[in-house]
């Protein structure tokens, strides 16, 4: 090995370079692998070999590893195709290596544009054609804010239902004038990312998300011109827009549906069709949908039954068909074209069904849930999470990332709804390894799972459950996400224990280490308003009526998609005119819950949010680690730190009227001296002035912390975490 002078090969010559040298002018002149092999090293060479090193991704495509000092780490990447024909590919390679996160070509065996040699790559997505070789210097994650993470990675993305955001043209419905009117608002909390839910053509029979046009706006919203106007408007703010994209069904009225139905045999397999069973007097299969509905409905058209997941009016495509999936990428260039940013991709646990068509077994958690229309009376075996809807959303993370290097732009995230309590199947979106990459954010609702359990279960206990199953579950080479509710569970504050309880849950949205999802209205508490049957033309959400008296009030889901309340001193809280009816009633809470309102106060639910949401931008709450202090019924606390930072967080579960809670967290935090101070960072807004916790800035002894009933409080700690035994990795 040390023998004065030897050829090695394009591998090792990495592998045993010294690391200052990675940079020297020898390397960087090399332009090519074949170069490489011809590079000779001497004995002296060798001798300045400094730094660790650590393998990579290895494979037998690629073969990369790190060299690293303290101060100092490279990655370098060598694709060992040879058939020229090979696709781009991409690897993640975050998290291998410490905290780094981001990356710069230094060398590269291939000429690279300005642009390539500007820009820094995200080390969740670092794209490589056959053959090549290049040198990544990388970056910790915390040095620069902006720097760190991809844009996806470190921003609240802020769910809207258009519908209900602003309306501009007094028809009682939100639409995309008046969204433009609110992104000064949207862009005072901190939130740089909008998603949309469906805005396209539609009969509306849910919300948008049974579609007759895909590309199109529906003219309830707006024009396409307006939404090229929208999408401007939010990149001159430097922030970002996703939409909701819904591959799995078409509304009936879709032009491919009723082509279909009129026997078309271009479009008869765009959809899954079936006889029944029994000479066609029984459904195909006992399989029962998300809507309340059986899954099949009979076609006297084509003397068929049809499938639908949802709705009826909702019929699945087929995507066994290559037809299908070649429109369905179509439309996904047709609104990256338009400059999206990326799409929350709906229902991905219904693409596929098993095509042996057996019937699926009742749950045993079914308890006494009715099989006729309650969806989790059944084990989903045949008809959700299959491998084929896996690799679907894997096509079309490759399809983006594609689209991506091809047309130069920016990262496009790839979002997927699995709606499941079953966080195994949910963690598989994230794709099978750091090559087969699937969706960037599977959204966790495991939250909202938490806040669906009895009065009695919601507890610390339980809440800790939650958030450690996520966490232990999440893949290695993954990026985790938080949220606190959306458009299809009823609001955070009406089923939290006790209201005040959101500014603690905002905390664990917005401080752990993740993606954080909020949907529109919850950053001022917004409540559920209650609906009844016995009022039903005010009813939107028309799937609620498949399930009868007794399960109405849960699954109706116009209680939470109620107009934002933005004023007190206009009719209908400043969404629409006085003289106009929107066309969902608004919260009876409007008069005293509202952003205005909130914006006046001295503390306010909204006024704690942004105050989080800027410090989530501070090193360490990117780029930092997270570890749990404490879990008992009443108590839940975490720690974040990096370098000299150590932040607490704790949050009193009980709801009013319990005795106060007093916590050392000297010893729970193993610290090495008898006394230990924190500074009040923050506080949820029902902490008392007056009180030693009641006042930004204020020192107080954590040997006897005092949290009353739903207070929350993040404390910067007074010391390194070099002190405090709890912060070693
Ligand atoms: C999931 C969406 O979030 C929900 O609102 C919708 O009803 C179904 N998918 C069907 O598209």
Redo the contacts with the bound molecule.
Sequence with gaps: MCSSSLSVAKESFFLLAPLELLRSEDVKNITSIEELEKVKIDEQFIRYCIGEYKPAIITDNLFSFFRFTEKQAYLIIIDKRIDSTSELQRYNFYGLLDTYGKGKIVISSSTLTSEQIKKSINLTNVLINQGQTFILELFQLHTDYDESQDWWMHDVIYEIIVASYQDSNNDGIGDIQGLRQRLDYIQSLGVNTIWLTPIYTSPWK??G?DISNFCDIDSRFGTLDDFRILIDDVHSRQMRIIIDF?P??TSNEHPWFQAALHNDPKYIDYYIWHKGKNNGKELPTNWLG??GQRMWTFSSERNMYYLHQ?LDC?PDLNFRNENVLDEIEKIFRFWLDLGIDGFRV??VRHLIENDQYHDEPLSKDAKDMDPNIMYVAYDHTESADQSGSYELVQRWRKFLDKYAYENNRNYIVLIT?A?TVDIKKVMRYFGNNREERGSDIPINFLITYYLDKDENEKHGLELDKVLSDWQSNLPEYAWSNWCLG???SHRITSRLPSKELIDGFYMLLLLQSGTALIYYGDEIGMCDRPFTLANSDEIVDI?AFNYGEKYFDKMI?DRQRTPMQWTSQEANAGFTSSTVKPFLPLSDTWHELNVEQQQNALRSHLKLFQQLVKLRQQAPFYGGYQKKVIATKELYAFIRWLDTNIYLIVININKKGHDPIINDFTKLLKYQNKELFGEVIARSCNILDDSLIGKEGNQINLNNLILQSSEAIVLKLLTCPSNISFCQQ
């Design positions: 849910d919300y998300y819904v799995n069904h998300a809507s949802f909702q709906d229902a709804e709606y959306s458009h299809d799937t889901r």
